[in-house]
């Protein structure tokens, strides 16, 4: 399989948990299967995968970043070795400048279907569907929207729309329950809210992950310190319900992986490839009439 494995975080709606979602992914991953190589970028500019990943404080000003990747530099040539075994392609703090310079959707899916980068990407966008998010979406294996609340599953079907325009599979796309308070319970078939944003969802034709991520108040502290480090769950929050659902979830993304027979990375290098063909010069035939 060519390429790596792409997993797209993705909402419009800000506060869902996008960026704790995306980092800690990579971190269970990483510990769930060692082997198993695991990278992380962002598109936003708020650097939280630099502070959480990143060995030693300052940034080293050769390395490359997320700019470089858009613009065709090989991932593999931009990634850094970082915390908890886990790589991450440093962000750049220009996003209007990145936008403009992003010509099409598929900008990034022809960066990794050339690429040599093993395992699993993880990509954390911006809450809304700008050029940057949707290039995400068209190079992912598979989309994790995380909802909380009744307007974030709404912005759900501008995702779908995305998809159906595009000619993508919606399958890729999975919803998952985030920041849920399980103190909250209901009188009636739904339990907590949880339960209900999944009927909702799966009343709407959306997919679901098993499970969800609660509303942690020791998981929030873990973002909140003077240093400005960023700690993850599964090393400081083991105490918490959040670790165990973590580790469902990663579990779920890597029988996905294993049950995924072409990559995405793939198939848009072999339409690459095809169209190439189609549009190289046709040899001369011998003896055709001149």
């Known amino acids: ?26 971190i269970y991953l990483k510990a769930l299967v060692e082997e198993l190589p695991v990278t992380l970028l962002s598109f936003d500019n708020h650097f939280s995968v630099d502070r959480m990943f990143r060995i030693g404080r300052a940034a080293n000003p050769a ?8 613009a065709g530099t090989p991932p593999e040539d931009l990634a850094e070795l970082g915390q908890y075994g886990v790589q991450f392609i440093p962000s750049w703090r220009e996003v209007e400048a990145l936008r403009r310079q992003t010509r099409t959707v598929a900008d ?17 966008t911006r809450p809304d569907l700008d050029i940057l998010t ?39 796309l999975r919803l998952l329950p985030c920041l849920i308070d399980s103190r909250i319970r209901f009188d009636g078939p739904f ?18 992950f098993d499970g969800y991520i609660s509303k942690s108040p020791k998981v929030e502290s873990l973002n909140t310190n003077p240093e400005g480090k960023i700690y993850p769950v599964l090393t400081y929050g083991r105490n918490t319900e959040v670790h165990s659902q973590f580790t469902q979830l990663a579990r779920q993304v890597y029988q996905d992986l294993r049950n995924t027979p072409v990559l995405r990375a793939a198939e848009i290098a072999q339409r690459l490839a095809q169209q190439e063909a189609e549009t190289a010069p046709q040899p001369a035939v011998d003896g055709a009439a001149s």
């Open 1 to 26: 399989m060519a390429g790596p494995y792409v997993v797209t975080i993705s909402s419009e709606k800000g506060g869902v948990g996008k960026t704790t979602l995306a980092t800690n992914l990579a």
């Open 108 to 124: 990034l899916g022809l960066v990794l279907a050339k690429s040599r980068l093993p395992g699993v990407l993880i990509i954390d």
């Open 63 to 70: 390395a490359g970043t997320v700019c470089e990747l858009l």
């Open 191 to 208: 339990k907590n809210i949880s339960e209900l944003l999944r009927a909702y969802a799966i009343n709407r034709g959306y997919r679901c």
């Open 134 to 172: 949707r290039n995400a979406l068209f190079a992912a294996d598979r989309v994790i929207v995380p909802v909380k609340d009744a307007p974030s599953l709404e912005n759900c079907r501008h995702l779908h729309e995305f998809f159906d325009r595009c000619g993508l599979p919606r399958r890729a």
